[in-house]
């Protein structure tokens, strides 16, 4: 077959394949005759329905700038303004409501034998230390994110709108910049309390005999109880959560695309809710809920009375550690 | 009182950026800080459009809804101003606006953005500044607006594919264009922006 031929092969073929193909690319003509150039447009509905943001190609280098259109944010408007306002005051509110119960029903947890006016070292002063760092910047954390979520509904109404806004740009570089001290003191306590924090079978006969509630009843634990232990696992979980989706939200964009950052956000303000709501427990028994277990943070050292009522076996270990003996009340 | 819209006629739009320049030009606005822009979609496909796009004046604006200062408004004509003076730079209008439109003078780590700009549609600023001044002018770019006329993105596009103006009357034109011509790609983005779509 000559060089000819073979063209005039593939020619025929290429036409024949154009008769076949034609139906399916023929274009619609419009009332002029012309052709109608929006027989292959794709528009917005159809773009929206295969995929949940309309993105295209844009002469600026601001890749974000090259979604045309994303009605997503809607989505993100509602779940800000209605679910997290009202879910996040419910929890909150919630979890007020349920310690000031606690605290009629049950009032303040004393320690049933008195103080033995002898104490035992519980917590050192890094211990100390890595738990107030993280409990500081805690609280600066939550308030100042709190004032993002419901400052324009409790503040702005009483300070004005200039003064709140003030407020609010200080809140705003406070949370950011306090973001670093508690992931500090999270990785200080992930650290020093974590052998201690090891589910053992202690815990299992703690639940059994009430965790402490029942007055009757004597629940038996090591260093920390299994509430305290679910405190701690929580934090950690919460903490690291948290912390990750705050540092999404610090360096916005980069590797990031803007869905990513509204499920950073969501993520955020849920966990940091619940997180809330878990602190606000921990504060209570660690204070008016409970006699003698301030010390243990404040002054790093507790009644041995107090130990012996809900950490008995830390305290025998520590006693024996220590090679002394409790003589202020009789064992039971 | 008109409610004052947009609608980018995405099959007279050439990509020329005229709009982009235009309004740059009359507003001044800093390096970096891009009030409106041309996205093409299916670039170099059959079925190509360009579509101009900038804050499109919402109604319930989604970012007036989630600013944590209530820095951002709508006017009785409907078009969406910000207090500069109140706005703590924390990003979140950029998240809820479902067209990209707030701009941040910087990157933005540790929160640190700046003031938010966005399209005024060339109606000056939501501030405590008087109409028209020289302060407002800095902060915030022309005020047309104040003086009766429309956006000048829209006055300059070449070929009078991005409309502004009273919604109804743009919504007619446009209608009236898919009609006379026989095929139109929609008004883009004014379900999301409007909550209602032209006729055709």
Redesign the interface.
């Known amino acids: 077959m000559t060089a000819f031929a073979r063209i005039r092969t593939a020619a025929l073929l290429l036409m024949l394949f154009g008769l076949t193909a034609a139906p399916a690319l023929a274009q619609k003509l419009g009332p002029d005759g012309a052709p109608n150039p929006t027989a292959s447009v794709t528009n917005q509905k159809t773009l929206l329905e295969r995929a949940p943001r309309i993105q295209g190609r844009i002469d600026i280098p601001d890749v974000k700038a090259s979604v045309l259109m994303q009605p997503m944010g809607r989505t993100w408007d509602y779940f800000h303004e209605v679910l997290l306002h009202w879910g996040g005051a419910a929890v909150i509110v919630g979890t007020v409501a349920i310690l000031a119960l606690a605290y009629l029903v049950m009032g303040r947890l004393r320690i049933e034998a008195g103080r033995s006016g002898q104490t035992i070292v519980r917590f050192k002063a890094f211990e100390r230390f890595a738990h107030w760092l993280t409990a500081v910047s805690f609280v600066l954390l939550g308030l100042t994110g709190l004032n993002i979520t419901f400052g324009k509904i409790l503040l702005r109404p009483l300070v004005g709108p200039d003064l709140f806004s003030d407020i609010s740009e200080i809140a705003k570089y406070v949370h950011n910049f306090t973001s670093f001290a508690f992931v500090t003191g999270l990785a200080l306590i992930t650290v020093l309390f974590f052998r201690d924090n090891i589910f053992r079978r202690v815990d299992i006969d703690w639940v059994k005999q009430g965790g402490g509630f029942i007055k009757s009843k004597h629940a038996p634990a090591g260093r920390f109880n299994l509430g305290e232990k679910m405190v701690y696992w929580l934090s950690v979980g919460a903490g690291i959560a948290v912390s990750a989706s705050g540092f999404v939200l610090l360096f916005p964009f980069y590797g990031t695309n803007i869905a990513d950052m509204q499920i950073a956000q969501v993520a955020h303000a849920i966990i940091a809710v619940l997180f809330i709501a878990l602190i606000l427990g921990h504060i209570y028994i660690g204070t008016l809920g409970m006699e003698g277990a301030f010390e243990a943070m404040g002054t790093g050292e507790v009644d041995i009375n107090w130990a012996r009522e809900h950490h008995d076996r830390w305290l025998a270990e520590k006693l024996e550690a220590e090679g002394r003996r409790a003589s202020a009340t009789p064992a039971e | 009182m008109a409610r004052m819209k947009f609608l980018c006629d995405a099959?007279r739009c050439i990509d020329c950026?005229a709009c982009v320049t235009a309004c740059k030009n009359e507003n001044e606005v800093p390096w970096g800080i891009?009030r409106r822009?041309?996205?093409?979609?299916?670039?170099g496909k059959?079925?190509e459009?360009s579509?101009s796009?900038a804050c499109m004046h919402c109604t319930d604006a989604?970012c007036a809804?989630?600013?944590?200062?209530?820095?951002i408004y709508p006017t009785e004509d409907g078009i969406v101003l910000h207090n500069k003076?109140?706005?703590?730079?924390?990003?979140?209008c950029?998240?809820?606006?479902?067209?990209?439109a707030p701009q941040y003078p910087q990157v933005?780590?540790?929160?640190s953005r700046g003031k938010m700009d966005k399209c005024t549609y060339c109606a000056g600023g939501g501030g405590p500044e008087a109409p028209g001044s020289a302060e407002e002018y800095a902060k915030y770019g022309s005020n047309r607006f104040g003086e009766g006329k429309l956006p000048m993105c829209a006055e300059m596009c070449s070929t009078k594919s991005l409309l502004a103006g009273d919604g109804d009357i743009i919504a007619q034109l446009y209608e009236e264009r898919v009609e006379k011509?026989?095929?139109?790609?929609?008004a883009?983005?004014w379900?999301?922006a409007y909550h209602e779509d032209v006729k055709s």
């Open positions: 099959d950026n891009n822009r041309v996205v093409t979609i299916n670039d059959p079925g459009r579509v796009m989604p809804s989630v600013c944590p200062v209530k820095c003076d109140q706005c703590i730079g924390c990003g979140y950029f998240y809820a606006c479902p067209f990209g933005g780590n540790f929160g011509r026989g095929y139109g790609s929609g883009w983005g379900t999301t």
